[in-house]
Structures are given as structure tokens and as C-alpha cells.
């Protein structure tokens, strides 16, 4: 497997045909961070963003409540207005 096996994963997936040249300067210890690909699901929920399509009728400040309160988070905002 691939160090970066995610890039041509990612290029698999969109049908793109590129050539990468990866340089490596040094090893990293995982104790102090994760390849993007082996982060654990927690940390993901923790540190994302959530492309929502808002229904007509909640507000934009009732939804982030909703997310804050299905992934377990103490912090979830809205860039913008959801409003349709």
C-alpha cells in the first residue's frame, strides 16, 4: 500500500488520470498526529463542516441545535443564512 493510497483514491473515484510526485523529508511519529485517511470517526465529526440542504420551515439557528445535539458536539454554527 501506498503512503498517500487516499490521493489515487480520490482520483479513482473522480475519473482523473494524474501523475503525483510525492516527497518524503522526513518520518512522522502518528503520536503527534493521523494520515488523513486513518483519522478516527470522532475527530472527523469534531473538526468538519456539513454541506446541509435546509428544508423550509426550522430555522437556520434551530437546525445547528439539531447537529449539536445528533453528533454530541458543544460548538455548531451556520456560515450565511439556510433560508431558502
Given at each position: 500500500?501506498?503512503?498517500?493510497?487516499?490521493?489515487?483514491k480520490i482520483d479513482s473515484f473522480c475519473n482523473?488520470?494524474?501523475?503525483?510526485?510525492?516527497?518524503?523529508?522526513?518520518?512522522?511519529?502518528?503520536?503527534?498526529?493521523?494520515?488523513?485517511?486513518?483519522?478516527?470517526?470522532?475527530?472527523?465529526?469534531?473538526?468538519?463542516?456539513?454541506?446541509?440542504?435546509?428544508?423550509?420551515?426550522?430555522?437556520?439557528?434551530?437546525?445547528?441545535?439539531?447537529?449539536?445535539?445528533?453528533?454530541?458536539?458543544s460548538k455548531a454554527g451556520h456560515g450565511g443564512t439556510?433560508?431558502?
Amino acid at each position: 500500500m501506498k503512503l498517500y493510497d487516499f490521493i489515487y483514491k480520490i482520483d479513482s473515484f473522480c475519473n482523473y488520470d494524474n501523475s503525483w510526485n510525492i516527497i518524503q523529508d522526513s518520518e512522522t511519529d502518528e503520536k503527534y498526529g493521523y494520515f488523513a485517511d486513518k483519522r478516527p470517526i470522532e475527530l472527523l465529526i469534531r473538526n468538519s463542516i456539513i454541506n446541509l440542504d435546509k428544508p423550509p420551515g426550522p430555522t437556520s439557528h434551530e437546525v445547528a441545535y439539531w447537529v449539536k445535539q445528533m453528533f454530541n458536539v458543544s460548538k455548531a454554527g451556520h456560515g450565511g443564512t439556510l433560508e431558502p
